[in-house]
C-alpha cells in the first residue's frame, strides 16, 4: 500500500493506492496504516477522480494540493549510520574531543547518535519550500530513508525524509545540535508512506540527491542503503530505551550524501530526492 494525502478547500483527505486501485480512507491515515499492518485492510471506498500523476508533476490540480502523507507527532533522526570516507568527518572549523571529530567518535562508538528532529508544524511535504534559517551560512539537505513507526516500534511504513541541517552551526559545538536540526521548514517528507509489503529489501534501495539551481543540476550524489552501517532495527532499539514514542513517530535513518560546504542551499534552488520504490521528493528552498 501507499498511502498519500491532499489539501483541498482548507480539508485533510487521505488516499491508499492498492493493486493500482485509489482508495479514499474513512479514518485518520496513522490509524489506516496500524489497521494494514494489522490484518491488511483499509477503510474507505475506491475513486477515480483523483490523478495523481498530474498532482506529483504540478503539486496543485484544480482545488487539491498535494501535503505531507500524515502528521507526525514525533521526528526522530539517526546520524553517521553510513559507510563513507574518513575525509567526510575530518572537515575543517568541525569541534573535536580529545583530537578527534564528533563525527568520528559517534562512528567508532557502540551507541549510535540519536536526536529529536521535529513536530508535524515543522515538517513540509512534497511541493512545500523548506528553510534555510537565517543564522546559518551553510545549510544541507540529507536525503535519508525514514521509517514509521508504531508505539512498540513496529515499522509501519517507508518514506523519503529530507533531514534539511545548519552544517556550519552543527559544526560548531555539538551543544548546538538542535538549533542546527529543529526549525520550522527543516523536515520534508514524502510524498508517500509505502507499507513493508512493498518494500522487498530496505537494504538494497538506491538514494539519489539532485540540487537544481537556475535550471541546472547543480549537485548530483547517490548511495544504495546496503551501506547503511548501523542498521534499522539497531537505531529503532535505542530510540525506544527509556522512551516512550506515539504511533506515527518517525525516524529517519541517516544519510551517506553530504554536499560539500561549495554546495550549500541557496534561496530558489530545488532539491530532488528520489528512492527506489518510494518515488521523488520535490522540495523548494528559501531563506528566511
Known sequence: MKLFRVLKRGYYISYAIINNNIIRLDEDPIKALIRYFENKEVLGDKVCEINIEALLKNFQV???K???P???PEVWGSGISYEVSRARYSEENVAKILDKTIYEKVYEAARPEIFFKGTANRCVGHGEPIVIRRDSQWTLPEPELAVVLDSNGNILGYTI???VSARDIEAENPLYLPQSKIYVGSCAFGPFIVTPDEIRDPYNLEI???IIREGKV???GSVNTSKMRRKIQEQIEYLLRDNLIPDGTILTTGTGIVPGREHGLKNGDIVEISITNLGTLITPVIQK
Open 62 to 64: 484544480s482545488e487539491m
Open 66 to 68: 498535494i501535503t505531507k
Open 70 to 72: 500524515i502528521d507526525p
Open 161 to 163: 525524509m529530507d533531514d
Open 208 to 210: 539519489t540527491l539532485k
Open 218 to 220: 547543480f549537485y548530483e
